[in-house]
């Protein structure tokens, strides 16, 4: 049984995306830049954003960080948003989620340029993917993809099973699986799937989003499958310094008696999505917004 080693094709790829934008910068004096806003101090948000902006400035990116208060109106956020549609510094902007209550996500989102839209969030670019045109495709599941054939695995032909059908993960992974560049035949699983073993025995690859642990269990893979969890889950643990640890949806354990392979949590998908977000920051720059 082979662990996907999230963090090693990370590493790689970021590795990549350091000579591209340094080739970009010497050739058309142009750096990638990458705008992140965090409205609020949620702590898990707090730290994804912190994470984001070292690694666009480990990869040679500009990265202006726009901290604001949980009381930022919706409407001084749409403004910030315009000026970050207009400003030629800045390739790509990243709305970190969950906004405050009271501010619209969808507002704030469709108000994002889709030539910037580095997260690919917007209905344009999520439009865009489906119908096959060149787009900014969404980092976690553009990650996933990359995950599954860093495992070793041909997809092409291959019997995919996604369970969660959100906007950001489920859906966006089962459209990408069955795209005739990667030609996978995809059941797309959910809480109103009566049974989702009888999908999962039969697949070559089982990629999991549904935000519960102990989703997937070893007993519902056929053997040799590939299995993406991209679920992360935080457990109580009181020998650990923080009162918790993280797991997937895959029951790690029985899963990977059964598994051709497997992705850790952490260090599988988490990962690779902001080294998703660094490569669409970079391609947005070389198509010169
Ligand atoms: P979400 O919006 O809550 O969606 C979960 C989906 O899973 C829903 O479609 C739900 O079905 C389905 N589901 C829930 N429980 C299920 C069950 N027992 N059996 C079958 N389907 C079930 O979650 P999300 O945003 O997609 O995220 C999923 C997980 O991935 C979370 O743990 C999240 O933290 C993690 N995540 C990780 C990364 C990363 O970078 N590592 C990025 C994004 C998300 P219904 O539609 O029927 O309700």
Same mark, same amino acid.
């Given at each position: 049984m082979n662990i996907i080693d999230g963090k090693l094709l990370a590493a790689n790829l970021r590795a990549e995306i350091a000579e591209g934008v340094a080739a970009l910068k010497a050739e058309k004096g142009v750096q990638p830049g990458l705008a992140v806003i965090l409205v609020g101090d949620n702590p898990a948000s707090v730290s994804y954003v912190t994470a984001k902006e070292k690694a666009c400035t480990e990869a040679g990116m500009y990265s202006r960080e726009i901290r604001l208060p949980a009381e930022t109106t919706e409407a001084e956020l749409l403004k910030l948003v315009s000026e970050l549609n207009a400003d030629s510094a800045i390739h790509g902007i990243l709305i970190q989620l969950p906004?405050?209550?009271?501010?619209s996500e969808k507002a704030v989102i469709n108000a994002i340029a889709p030539e910037k839209d580095v997260d690919g969030f917007t209905p344009v670019n999520v439009g865009r993917m489906l119908i096959g045109e060149d787009c900014f495709l969404p980092c976690t599941p553009h990650g996933i993809i990359k995950l599954i054939e860093f495992s070793g695995m041909d997809i092409k032909g291959k019997s995919a099973v996604v369970i969660g059908r959100s906007n950001i993960v489920g859906k966006p992974v089962a459209v990408l699986l069955s795209r005739k560049k990667t030609n996978a035949t995809v059941t797309l699983c959910h809480?109103?799937?009566?049974?989702?073993a009888k999908f999962t025995r039969e697949a070559d690859i089982v990629v999991v989003?549904?935000?519960? #642990? =102990?989703?997937?269990?070893?007993?519902m893979l056929k053997p040799g499958a590939v299995v993406i969890d991209v679920g992360v889950n935080r457990i109580s643990d009181a020998s650990k310094p923080k009162g918790f640890r993280l797991v997937g949806d895959a029951d790690f354990e029985s899963c990977s008696q059964v598994a051709g392979a497997i992705t850790p949590v #952490? =260090?599988?998908v988490g990962p690779m999505t902001i080294t998703m977000l660094l490569w669409n920051t970079l391609e947005s720059a070389k198509r010169g917004v």
């Open positions: 906004l405050p209550k009271h501010i809480t109103g799937t009566p049974d989702i989003a549904a935000g519960r #642990p =102990g989703t997937l269990t070893g007993d #952490p =260090g599988g």
